[in-house]
Each structure stands twice: as C-alpha cells, then as structure tokens.
C-alpha cells in the first residue's frame, strides 16, 4: 500500500470526498502513475466512506442555557450610595 493508502483510515468524510474526486479526476487525466496510484486507493476511499455513513451518529445534546438572575432595579445616581460621606 501507499504512503497515501495508509492515511485512509484517519481522513474524516469531507476529506474523503475532495480525495476521491482528484482520484476520479486523475484516472482522466493522468499519468501512468497517477493511474495506478488512483486505482488502487479509489476502492479504499469508496470503503471507508461506506463505514463512516454505516456508522450510528451520535446524538446531539444542546445544553439549555442557564436562567438569568432578576436583579432588583437600581434607583437613585451610582456616586451617591449609602454609607460613603464627602
């Protein structure tokens, strides 16, 4: 296997495709050695991207956000508190 092969298992799907696609695209219009490198690891891809969407997702869990504290209203100018004397 490649270099490349052996990355396969660690690419999340999106790398997935953007790989698959410069496969596909290499296949075309390649060289020689493109064309067998891309025929080797299309099967790969297309077998890792079978597992990951066969795989069960994880349920989303949206945290509710935390009730806000009812503060009582402030009255009367902030420089003039009780307790201080000028």
């Given at each position: 296997m490649s270099a490349?092969?052996?990355?396969?298992?660690?690419?999340?799907?999106?790398d997935l495709k953007a790989l698959r696609a410069n496969a596909a695209r290499l296949l075309d219009s390649g060289s020689p050695v493109q064309v067998a490198s891309a025929t080797e690891i299309i099967p790969l891809i297309d077998a890792r991207l079978e597992e990951i969407a066969a795989a069960p997702k994880a349920p989303v869990v949206r945290k509710r956000a935390a009730p806000k504290k009812k503060l009582e209203p402030v009255t009367g100018h902030q420089t003039a508190l009780p307790g201080k004397t000028v």
């Open positions: 490349l092969a052996d990355k396969i298992p660690t690419m999340n799907a999106a």
